[in-house]
């Protein structure tokens, strides 16, 4: 099964903290002015994002799934399987708009979600029983998913994503008066230098420190819609 998301009004270069939160935390280390450091917030966040596998501002979006090899094969499949729960790209689901399956919304009572992991499950309206997901053309999922982004006051990010972007930003500012692209230097045979050469925007390149606080709220690596 493939999908699809889109999103009417995406959360333009989302920040995983803020300017005044920074320079209350960090004060004399920052060095940079406003404009600067919101950009590296920026950047931070997006690399925060692209590490934990999933988009993280809170945004209303369509998810469409389809399926190839005809709705015969999959109606099959799927009976003979018991059904498979639809799992939605996005992560903290907190509302289900509608479900259109093949250009038929359906009722409320027909399907169940697991909000944080984001998983939709299909129910017999009648009985309550489980039933599988068949369809012949498309499943069209609208919901809210996401998580509110400081400074709104009902922010609820989690924590390590707000902690590790503070950190690579702090990382920056600590790292302003040396060559970027040094990550060693020797003495022995009178000097030595290591230059990075890693990917820009490879989240396996991030800080092993940084990895294993981001480890509980990582998901498998999947395409950012």
């Known amino acids: 099964m ?3 998301v889109t999103v009417a009004s995406p959360v333009a270069r989302p920040m995983f903290t803020t300017v005044d939160v920074l320079r209350a935390e960090l004060g004399s280390l920052l060095t940079v002015d406003d404009s600067v450091l919101e950009t590296k917030i920026q950047e931070a966040s997006g690399d925060i994002e692209l590490a934990v596998g999933f988009r993280v501002p809170q945004e209303d979006a369509v998810e469409t799934f389809w399926h190839n090899g005809g709705a015969d094969v999959f109606s099959r499949h799927a009976c003979r399987e018991g059904g498979e729960p639809l799992f939605l790209r996005r992560k903290n689901v907190t509302a289900i708009a509608s479900v259109t399956l093949d250009g038929d919304a359906l009722d409320p009572s027909e ?4 909000p944080d992991a984001g998983v939709l499950y299909r129910f017999d309206a009648s009985s309550g029983y489980p039933r599988p997901w068949t369809f012949s053309k498309s499943i069209a999922v609208a919901c809210t998913a996401g998580y509110v982004l400081p400074p709104d006051p009902d922010a609820n990010l989690p924590p390590a994503i707000a902690s590790c972007t503070k950190k690579l930003v ?12 040094l990550r060693s230097e020797s003495v022995p045979g009178v000097m030595e230098f290591g230059y990075w050469v890693g990917t820009v ?13 981001l480890a509980l709220v990582r998901r498998p690596r999947l395409a950012v819609a």
Do not use: T
């Open 2 to 4: 493939h999908s699809i």
């Open 170 to 181: 702090k990382s920056f500012c600590l790292n302003l008066s040396r060559d970027q692209m």
């Open 201 to 213: 925007g490879d989240p396996e390149k991030l800080p092993s420190e940084i990895l294993a606080e």
């Open 111 to 114: 399907y169940r979600l697991d």
